[in-house]
């Protein structure tokens, strides 16, 4: 299974960005898909989840700003970020909690795709 991130890039404070996570391989079930921030100096975090099912989660930096969504047919997930603040500058990494048909989920993450708000 490989997760496969897109979308990151610089942006102004106030503008926006949308990030993909594609999962392939050996996919049975994807339970979780998320993604997760890390700014120099500190550690991952997450930002926001989304369950099969639609049930999501969200740090409460993100919560109002950022929404994710995921495209099941396409083992995909989409975090809009809106209204972008320099904080929110970090490599975000692509997550997701998967079976491959066997009896246990596996965590993967994706490789990390820079995001730099910065005017």
């Known amino acids: 299974v490989q997760l496969q991130a897109s979308g990151g890039g610089l942006v102004q404070p106030g503008g926006s960005l949308r990030l993909s996570c594609a999962a392939s391989?050996?996919?049975?079930?994807?339970?979780?898909m998320g993604w997760y921030r890390q700014a120099p100096g500190n550690q991952r975090g997450l930002d926001a989840n989304i369950i099969r099912g639609d049930s999501s989660n969200y740090a409460d930096s993100a919560k109002g700003r950022f929404t994710i969504s995921r495209d099941n047919a396409k083992n995909t997930a989409y975090l809009q970020m809106n209204d972008l603040k320099p904080e929110d500058t970090a490599v975000y990494y692509c997550n997701a909690i998967i079976n491959s048909g066997g009896y246990y989920d596996r965590n993967y993450w994706g490789q990390g795709t820079q995001v730099t708000v910065s005017s």
């Open positions: 391989g050996s996919i049975s079930r994807i339970n979780v």
